[in-house]
């Protein structure tokens, strides 16, 4: 339970069926959700509101998978909508409470290995939102998202990729005229397993250093360089 909000009961349903002769998918789910304020929403000296009531949610989704070509290209689509109610969000002071907002909209994902080595990966995310108030799309959520990525397997030993992210153009806030413009980003990834049970990783972010920002007034961090290490214990 939450110490200012107490507990709720949430629940999804999930349902779906394979037909094996086809390579298709069929899928739907529907359920609930419940999201308290953070703290930062809560009490930052700016920008909080302490006066703020938790999310509740109630969404429906329903999609198919479908293979061909010997199930080497995967493709899948997804139709999508949520209410909410007292919905968390930015209005150029701080965080209010949207009393009902509505987001719709598909996911769409295609997956394709050219070979054994290369494979070819796309997805792309379209939303519509409304504050059903005054009819105004919600803030921080972009019409298009999208994703395209390229990876190359070596030898069963490692991988190298690359990424490229788009976002839209999006609303800063619930009222005002504020934008934050559309951007593109390239990344780049390798992964080599030095053993059976533990794997080198290096990461790089925003590879030709965009300047660009996923919140008004804030930079997205430059190129970054990410290198660690990841294994497993028994």
Excluded: C
Aim: glycine share 10%; proline share 3%.
């Amino acid at each position: 339970d939450h110490s200012q909000f107490g507990g709720t009961n949430t629940g999804r349903l999930t349902v779906a069926q394979e037909i094996p002769a086809t390579g298709t998918i069929f899928r739907a789910s529907a359920g609930t959700g419940f999201k308290a304020p953070t703290v930062f929403q809560l009490f930052h000296p700016t920008f909080g509101n302490a006066a703020l009531k938790p999310e509740e949610s109630t969404g429906y989704d329903i999609g198919v998978d479908q293979r061909f070509l010997d199930k080497r290209l995967q493709a899948g689509v997804t139709a999508f909508t949520q209410d909410y109610k007292n919905l968390i969000a930015f209005q150029g002071g701080g965080y209010i409470n949207v009393n009902r907002a509505k987001v719709k909209g598909t996911e769409s994902t295609l997956d394709y290995a050219l070979t054994p080595e290369w494979s070819l990966r796309t997805s792309h995310t379209w939303l519509l939102t409304e504050d059903e108030a005054t009819g105004r799309v919600l803030p921080r959520r972009p019409k298009h998202d999208w994703l395209g990525g390229v990876e190359y397997d070596v030898s069963g030993k490692g991988s190298l990729g690359a990424d490229v992210r788009y976002s839209s153009l999006q609303r800063d806030a619930t009222t005002g005229t504020n934008v934050v413009k559309a951007y593109t980003v390239v990344d780049l990834r390798g992964s080599y397993h030095v053993r059976d049970d533990a794997e080198m990783y290096v990461l790089v972010e925003n590879l030709f250093d965009k300047d660009y920002q996923e919140v008004r007034n804030f930079n997205s961090p430059g190129m970054s360089v990410y290198v660690g290490v990841k294994a497993e214990f028994d």
